[in-house]
Structures are given as structure tokens and as C-alpha cells.
């Protein structure tokens, strides 16, 4: 078993720019008069950045632990993801704004870990610590029990090095397919 969290060094940029922005956008707030549709502008990017702040603290609190029945997130409430009961995977990989304009790959984005059970979806950022050690099971899982990967998922999957061939113990012979068909 093993427990793996988002470092604070990978979300305390996520809490400043959260507080930043917050008090830029209560600035108005500090002069008299200010004009109703001020108030309103301000206020609604004071929820925004509150939000924000709250998504970054959910992340913080975040523990996910990994054994070898499955997976199992917890923040606000538990969510398991039996690997037996695994029903979907995907790994999305979003490019940093330097990237996108260069339009080369330079390694600043993030991958995003989907999994999906019968009673739980669970989002896993590459930001995690242990990010691999999670997504390698997951990967190993998915091949044993044949689901169906997107291209782009199997693209991101091979820019890490990890093979889309199912485990040999896991391969059947033409028997064995013969005898499930």
C-alpha cells in the first residue's frame, strides 16, 4: 500500500494567485462611492478567485491510496475505484501557454488521470507525488481487462514509456480465446 498527495510546493502558486486575485478584486472595495456595476464586476471575481482558492485547498487535502485492490481518493468524502470494478481510463495532457504558442513540446503542461468505476470517477493530476507509481497499475488493469483506449490517451501513455502490451501472464492462448468465444 502506498499514500501519495499533492506537494504544497506544487499548489502554493495556485493559493497565491488565488489570494492575488482576490484582493486586486476587492480594491474597489477600499474607495467611497464606488459605482454599483464596480461592485458587481468586483464581486464576481472575488467568487471566482474564492472558488479557486477552494478547488486549490480541496487539492491539498487530497490522499489517495493505492493497494492492490484499487484505489482510493479521499478529500471531502471517500471515492474507491476497485481495479476489478475499473471501467474507464484516460490520460489527458494539456500544454502550458509557452507551449502553445511555440507550438513545441517543452515539457511545462500536465497530464490529468481519469478513472472511472461503477460508483466513482476520480481526477488525478501529474502533479501528484507518486503520479507514475498510480497511473502504472491503472495502465496495467485497463490492458488486462481490454478497455478501449483514445489515441490521444495511448500517445500519452507511450510519451511516458509505458507499453500498451498487455502483460504476458495476462495474454490468452488460441485456446483460451477459442474456449471464451
Known sequence: MSVHAYPIKTIVGDYVRAGMGFAIAGLPFTIDDVPTALVVISSAFMTVFSVYAFVTYTRH????ELNDDGLIVTAWRR?????QELQAIKLSYFASRRERKSKKI???GWM???????????RIESTCDGFEDILRPAVAIALEKRLSLSGATAANLESLGISLEAPPRLRMSRRDRE???
Not at 487535502?61 to 489517495?64: G, Q, S, V
Not at 490529468?112 to 476520480?122: E, N, R, S
Request: hydrophobic residues 40%; aromatic residues 8%.
Open 106 to 108: 517543452e515539457g511545462d
Open 179 to 181: 474456449a471464451a468465444s
Open 79 to 83: 471515492k474507491a475505484i476497485p481495479w
Open 61 to 64: 487535502r487530497t490522499r489517495i
Open 112 to 122: 490529468d488521470l481519469f478513472l472511472k468505476g461503477p460508483q466513482a470517477k476520480v
